[in-house]
C-alpha cells in the first residue's frame, strides 16, 4: 500500500493505493499516511487459519443465500450503487452542487446501467 504525492502534500482527498486498481480514499486516509510521514507499507507473510465447524458454515451458507435471494441483489453485485443513480434522481434524492440540489440533469449519463 502506499501513497503518491497528494499524501505526501496532504490533500484531503488523497487515497492509499495497493496494486493497480484498489483506492482507499473517501475520507483522505492518503494525507493522515502523509502526516505521518508514511510513504508505504508492504505486508507479507501466512497465516493459518482455522477450519470451520459444520454449525458454522450453516450460519455461513445461509447468510449468503439470504444475500443472494434479496431482489436487488442483481443490480447491486452488477453495477454497485451506480445501478441507482436515475432512480434517486428521478425521485428527487439525488443530492448534488453540495446538496443545494436534489437532482442531477446528467445523471442518465453517470448511471452504471
Do not use: W
Amino acid at each position: 500500500m502506499c501513497i503518491g504525492s497528494a499524501g505526501e502534500n496532504l490533500c484531503s482527498f488523497a487515497c492509499i493505493m495497493s496494486g493497480n486498481h484498489h483506492a482507499a480514499g473517501r475520507t483522505g486516509v492518503g494525507a493522515v499516511m502523509g502526516s505521518k510521514l508514511l510513504k508505504a507499507m508492504v505486508i507479507s507473510g501466512k497465516k493459518q487459519f482455522s477450519k470451520l465447524d459444520d454449525h458454522k458454515k450453516n450460519i455461513l451458507k445461509n447468510y449468503t443465500k439470504k444475500i443472494m435471494d434479496a431482489p436487488l441483489y442483481p443490480v447491486f453485485s452488477k453495477y454497485s450503487n451506480s445501478g441507482f443513480v436515475k432512480p434517486i434522481n428521478k425521485k428527487g434524492m439525488l443530492c448534488t452542487r453540495n446538496y443545494r440540489q436534489t437532482s442531477f440533469s446528467g445523471a442518465d449519463q453517470i448511471d452504471g446501467t
